[in-house]
């Protein structure tokens, strides 16, 4: 008779993980109080209380709250003035925004490879590919781990560049005790639905420069200026606005945040602890720096020689046979898609670049290594689980390996 779920047996759990979002009366009640102020957007009160919540929260100065991660990155990067010509050095294991929101502001992205250790941006590769055209480094803090910022800072002034730091995934994270996103020059947040502290969407910039501050704030705002009258537009601005009803969700959804780290954290400990005694199982590792991690993700490295040769998407199949609901994660890196194609005229041909940028010749082992053999991920919900719902993580991918006979297709 089969063991494993995949072929018939009995799975190693039939309960479901925590469930996501998670909201109280408190939500519910911060909604009311918005609808009845009559004042549903335009920037309101709650958006300003969010701003200054938020970017005390990142260790930072100023905040703008807008629409979506994807907008935080767009603004961030007009703020700084990069554009046509510009190069922007990001990783591709991580989102797509991080190179659409550059190609939006016809700037180029050239892909750095990524750490095999901790699958964020190694500064070699990024520093391997600085141009005359290089304008700017965009690491990304990946599942909520920084990048190695004491590498990227010394690259970036050494070579006069600009830090826009995604810390899409990173709300709370700390490298050696300074909370991301006002580590570099600016940096972006994301408060979509799966995110750690979520309003269904929403984003939100942060800055310790008050200038990158007034243009961010003019440009998610119509071009307005914060001291100037209402149709008075100093930049080319659009609508990124936060309504109030997203920021009467956050300030609640804030409030939880320490506590739901904390035990992300601990749970993680527990993972790395029982998942390296497994021959074929690495997580990722870990470094000291990292003071901090909010574990938007937690990402293992799977090597199917372990597994009977078994393709990761197959094991995360039997993973999920089992009750477990592994995903494979990015299973392409960010050169290999097709949107590319709808920019190849403008910005990757622009006459104003002067290059030809040809992403095929494009080839990143560690990224392709993460995207296609190793990476998977367990999300954020999971790890605010109890410790029998870890171990059932661990038992199942046990079981997967007692029986790896019975992985075959
Ligand atoms: C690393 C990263 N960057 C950018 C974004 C974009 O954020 P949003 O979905 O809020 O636009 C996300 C969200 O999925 C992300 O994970």
């Not at 979002?21 to 939500?27: A, K, L, M, Q, T």
């Not at 993680?268 to 005694?277: C, E, F, H, I, N």
């Not at 050169?335 to 990143?364: A, H, Q, T, W």
């Not at 410790?387 to 297709?409: C, H, P, T, Y």
């Amino acid at each position: 008779m089969a063991k494993l779920a995949l072929k018939g047996g009995k799975p190693i759990r039939d309960k479901p993980f925590p469930k996501w979002p998670v909201f109280d009366e408190r939500e519910l009640e911060a909604l009311r109080r918005a609808l009845e102020s009559g004042v549903w957007g335009v920037r309101g009160s709650l958006q300003r209380e969010l701003e200054k919540k938020f970017a005390s929260y990142q260790h930072a100065k100023f905040g703008v709250s807008v629409t979506s991660g994807t907008a935080a990155l767009e603004v961030s990067l007009r703020a700084l003035g990069i554009g046509c010509g510009n190069e922007v050095i990001i990783p591709p294991y991580t989102f797509m925004a991080t190179a659409t929101s550059v190609l939006y502001v016809n700037a180029i992205p050239v892909f750095a490879d990524i750490d095999p250790e901790t699958y964020t941006i190694d500064p070699k590769s990024v520093e391997s590919l600085i141009t005359d055209k290089t304008k700017a480094i965009l690491p990304v803090h990946i599942a909520g781990r920084p990048a190695d910022m004491d590498a990227l800072l010394s690259i970036a002034k050494k070579n006069d560049l600009y830090i826009i730091e995604d810390a899409c995934q990173a709300w709370g994270s700390e490298w050696r005790g300074r909370r991301v996103g006002a580590i570099g020059d600016i940096g972006a947040f994301s408060f979509q639905s799966s995110k750690n502290i979520t309003c269904g969407e929403g984003g939100m910039i942060v800055t310790n420069d008050e200038d990158l501050y007034v243009k961010a704030w003019s440009l998610h705002n119509c071009g307005r200026s914060p001291r100037g009258s209402w149709y008075e537009h100093i930049l080319p601005g659009g609508n990124y606005r936060m309504t109030e009803f997203q920021a009467a969700i956050l300030l609640v959804q804030l409030e939880r945040l320490d506590e739901q780290t904390e035990r992300r954290m601990d749970n993680a400990r527990y993972l790395d602890d029982k998942l390296s005694k497994i021959d074929g199982i690495k997580p990722l590792k870990r470094d000291e720096r990292v003071t901090r991690n909010s574990y938007h993700l937690y990402i293992f490295r799977y090597d199917p020689e372990a597994f009977g040769g078994a393709s990761k998407e197959r094991f995360a199949e039997a993973m999920r046979a089992e009750g477990i609901p592994v995903s494979i994660g990015y299973s392409r890196p960010l050169y290999k898609e097709e949107y590319l194609k709808y920019f190849s005229k403008c910005p990757l041909s622009c006459p104003y670049y002067g290059r030809k940028i040809d992403y095929s010749k494009v080839k990143l082992p560690n990224t392709e290594r993460a995207c296609y053999i190793e990476g998977l991920w367990l999300t954020q919900n999971m790890l605010l689980g109890s410790r029998e719902d870890m171990d059932d993580i661990v038992s199942a991918i046990e079981k997967i390996q007692e029986n790896v006979d019975e992985l075959g297709e």
